[in-house]
């Protein structure tokens, strides 16, 4: 099979899932088959690979610049499992403006019954917790970025079509941006020229 045959192959799996069970995100950001998937999980995988080898000191959110807008997407697969998410975690999700994928998959097999009932009663509380901040991006997702800069060390700003900017301080330090002081592992969303939490 050449590439070619494989695209063909792969949308037609894709539109069969959809068409069977009513939905179906891609693993992957491929951009050949947008017109049946739903989204894209793990666009990045870098985090997990390249995260302690030294290849990567920076990332440019390159897929999102270009995609962001015409297809809902999780960045990578820390997103899915929100006993993993962290700050740095949340703060990219907002720099990316990502969509959560949350998954419930704890090992079972060496749990009660009880137990498992209040795994995932506690899994569903964190759920809640990730679904009410993603709440304050969600409408992003259909603007398209127009701009993503770091405006002052380890601090970046996305500036979205309709002209929204989403400022994050990934630093420990405070960072300045339009007079207000962001404080350390926080964002500030800017809808056009009001500013909103």
């Given amino acids: 099979m050449n590439p070619s045959e494989g695209v063909k192959y792969a949308k037609k799996i894709a539109a069969e899932a959809k068409k069977n069970m009513g ?7 491929i951009d050949y088959a947008f017109d049946v998937v739903d989204g894209c999980i793990w666009v990045y995988a870098e985090p997990m690979i390249c995260a302690h080898t030294g290849l990567v000191d920076n990332r440019v959110p390159f897929w999102h610049i270009v995609y962001n807008g015409i297809v809902l997407n ?18 990219k999700f907002f ?18 019954p009880e137990e498992q009932i209040k795994a995932a009663d506690a899994y569903g509380k964190k759920i809640k917790d990730i679904c009410n901040e993603f709440k304050k991006i969600s409408r992003f997702q259909l603007e398209f970025i127009e701009d993503h800069a770091e405006i002052a ?17 990934h630093s420990n330090k405070e960072a300045a941006y339009r007079g207000d002081k962001i404080p350390p592992f926080s964002y500030k969303i800017y809808e056009c020229t009001k500013k909103a939490n």
Avoid at 23 to 29: A, D, L, P, Q
Avoid at 74 to 84: A, G, H, M, R
Wanted: proline letters at 8%; one cysteine or more.
């Fill in 23 to 29: 939905g179906i995100y891609s693993e992957g950001g």
């Fill in 95 to 112: 720099e990316y403006i990502g969509r959560p994928r949350c998954e419930f998959a704890p090992r079972l097999h060496n749990m009660s």
């Fill in 74 to 91: 999780t960045p990578w697969n820390k997103c899915q499992y929100p006993s993993s998410v962290d700050k740095k975690t949340t703060l």
């Fill in 153 to 169: 060390p380890n601090a970046t700003r996305t500036k979205l079509s309709d002209g929204t900017e989403i400022v994050c301080n």
